[in-house]
């Protein structure tokens, strides 16, 4: 028997129980959307929050305090670290391949200006920020270059500058973080959430007047922008070299950016997966459909199998013909559910531009490929029924 | 050339055996015209499936063209079937899904004949049969006498060269019964072996030779 004959065979049994093939493939239809809407909404997320992070750059290194260490305890206690210092800023910033480095301390802090005053997050950092965060000046400019000594400046994010002066221009005004006095200098563009904290409602000083701001002896990390064409190992390596020289040992602890978006990636990974193996339950509902039906298919057309064995049919020609039907009950069932799962996925895109959504190819296509499976798995124990039938008994089959 | 030797059927029902065909001794020779008469469960049916590859004698010898048929494997006995082998049933058996056409085209389909030529055998096989505006009617929608005729088209339309009914005619009114016998003789006289199951005396003794079965033997 041809291919194309087998194929045409089939879809004409499909389709001469409309009704019924429809209902069957229903089920089925229902799950490969759950998985391609809900693998969206997952891959959706997973690019929206991976775009959240690399607005910084990718080609980001911190360095934190302390050395994480997979040897189990070591001898240094936390006694023995080295603080990281603004000295350290300022020799990483000479290492090879490094374009900017900056401090960082974070605290949280009462600001006051004239009559108004709010709580608000203080980053004590240093005049590369704008370049390594890839953030911009709006109104004025940035922390000026001053590693020692620095001048008592601020600069405000969008949303504090307007809540503390309105509509005015706050360049020039003094304000009060917590006991001590600073001179705003300018105000950044804004820039919305990142990841969790709002960068329009923070205030920048330098990091030094942070270290006394919240009476701390060490920076909490320091942040350093490479050369995007270098590899990350060797700025790894230079930086580690220049910074045992300083400290003694290695004290620190590196984190890359690549490193964190791969932790994130995989995590993110894992989700969607989670979410699609949910759906899946769902085409479990929908196998258990196509074995039904095939199952009293068989039962139905025991008399035609006994006259298609007695015309000639070999067994193997009444299985295909069976798994064929099964399989085109669940490749049309498939097909609709991807089609449909598309469809609505497009409509939530429209309908709720604030759920991120993200077709995603990988899983639709293996949906459609674990419908076919499921096709076959539900086909063939009604086959084998098919073709185990003696001809002879088969005819007599009322 | 059909041969018979020592033919034995048993069937098995409960603690009961059935002796359905006993020591069948039979020839039949190529272009033959054979009429099958007996009392209702005499074994005639059981006789024509057993020469139709239908069903497997218990014990005997079944040459088929002077070849031993008895010992071959399902898909061999499929290919008999389906070249050398066509049956006509009391109940038509035809698929209700499909068009008098395409349940005529069904053995060439198994057989993986080419669509054109399927074709045109379809519709030489429809004016044989005079049922050429009837090609794309579905079984529900012919009388008995047609769809016999369907069934005929098809058993014949692999141009096998022996044709087995069992009682053609058994669900006819007498008028279409005569016509589906002129159809079948016409075809035995263009050369085919034909062998009729019957319980019409009339009918029967139109054939040039007569078996009569009576408790699984040939009287
Ligand atoms: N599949 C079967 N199982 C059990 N007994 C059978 C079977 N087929 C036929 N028989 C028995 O064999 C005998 C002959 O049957 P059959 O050949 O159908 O008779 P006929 O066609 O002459 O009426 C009957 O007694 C019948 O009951
Ligand atoms: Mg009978």
């Known amino acids: 028997m041809r291919y194309a004959d087998l194929l045409s065979l089939s879809y004409r049994t499909v389709i001469s129980h409309k009704l019924r093939s429809s209902l069957t493939a229903l089920g089925l239809i229902i799950g490969i959307a759950a998985v391609v809407i809900l693998t969206s909404i997952g891959r959706g997320i997973h690019t929206f929050v991976l775009a959240e992070f690399t607005q910084f750059g990718t080609n980001l290194i911190s360095v934190h305090p302390g050395k994480t260490t997979t040897f189990g305890v070591s001898g240094a206690s936390i006694s023995t670290v080295r603080p ?9 910033s000479k290492v090879e391949n490094i374009i900017a480095a900056s401090p960082m301390v974070q605290g949280n802090a009462r600001i006051e200006a004239g009559e108004k005053q709010r709580r608000t997050n203080v980053l004590g950092v240093g005049a590369a920020v704008p370049e390594i965060w890839k953030i911009k000046v709006v109104n004025g400019r940035f922390l000026p270059k001053e590693e020692s000594n620095p001048r008592a400046f601020a600069v405000l994010g969008n949303k504090l500058a307007t809540e503390l002066f309105g509509t005015a221009s706050p360049l020039g005004r003094r304000i009060r973080i917590g006991s001590d006095r600073f001179r705003v200098v300018g105000v950044m563009e804004k820039k919305g959430q990142m990841i969790g904290f709002d960068m329009d409602d923070t205030i920048y000083i330098p990091a030094a007047k942070a270290l006394e701001l919240f009476d701390r002896e060490s920076l909490m990390e320091i942040h350093l922008l490479y050369k995007s064409n270098t590899a990350v190992e060797r700025v790894e390596k230079a930086i580690k070299r220049s910074l045992i020289a300083r400290h003694g040992r290695e004290d620190f602890t590196l984190v890359t950016q690549n490193q964190m978006l791969k932790k994130l990636d995989s995590i993110l990974n894992i989700l969607t997966l989670a979410v699609a193996a949910l759906g899946s339950i769902s085409l479990l509902v929908g196998s258990v459909g196509i074995l039904t039906i095939m199952t009293i298919a068989v039962s139905e057309r025991i008399s035609e199998i006994g006259l298609l064995r007695a015309v000639g049919a070999e067994r193997r020609t009444i299985f295909q013909l069976f798994l064929c039907e099964a399989l085109a009950l669940s490749a049309a069932g498939g ?29 639709i296509v293996a949906a459609f490929m674990v419908s076919l499976l499921i096709g076959i798995a539900a086909g063939v124990a009604p086959a084998m029924k098919a073709a185990r039938l003696e001809p002879l008994e088969a005819l007599r089959a009322e | ?73 399902d898909d061999e006995l499929a290919k008999i079937r389906r070249e050398n082998i066509g049956f006509v049933f009391q109940f038509f058996h035809l698929i209700p899904r499909l068009s008098a056409a395409e349940n005529i085209e069904m053995p060439m389909i198994l057989a993986g004949v080419a669509v054109k030529e399927r074709k045109q055998r379809v519709q030489e096989a429809l004016a044989s049969v005079s049922l050429q505006d ?71 003794d139109r054939a040039r030779r007569k078996i009569r079965i009576v408790d699984g033997q040939i009287g």
């Not at chain 1, 497009?346 to 190819?361: G, M, N, R």
């Not at chain 2, 029902?13 to 065909?21: D, P, W």
């Not at chain 2, 004698?57 to 040459?63: D, W």
């Open chain 1, 84 to 92: 990281l210092v603004i000295a350290d800023v300022v020799s990483l």
């Open chain 1, 335 to 363: 097909l609709c559910g991807v089609l449909l799962g598309i469809t609505i996925v497009q409509i939530l895109d429209a309908a709720l531009p604030a759920l991120p959504v993200e077709l995603a190819w990988t899983y």
């Open chain 2, 134 to 204: 009837r090609a794309d009617h579905r079984p529900d929608q012919l009388s008995g006498g047609q769809l016999q005729r369907v069934a005929i088209a098809r058993a014949m339309i692999m141009r096998p060269e022996i044709l087995l009914a069992d009682e053609p005619t058994g669900n006819l009114d007498s008028k279409s019964g005569k016509e589906i016998i002129e159809l079948l003789e016409g075809l035995n006289r263009q050369g085919v072996t034909l062998m009729i199951i019957t319980h019409d005396q009339n009918l029967g």
């Open chain 2, 1 to 73: 050339m059909i041969r018979l030797e020592h033919i034995h059927r048993y069937f098995q029902v409960g603690e009961q055996t059935v002796h359905a065909l006993n020591d069948i001794n039979v020839t039949i020779e190529k272009g033959e015209y054979v009429s099958v008469m007996g009392p209702s469960g005499s074994g005639k049916s059981t006789l024509l499936n057993v020469i139709a590859l239908l069903d497997q004698p218990s014990s005997g010898r079944y040459l088929l063209n002077d070849q031993p048929v008895t010992q071959l494997d």
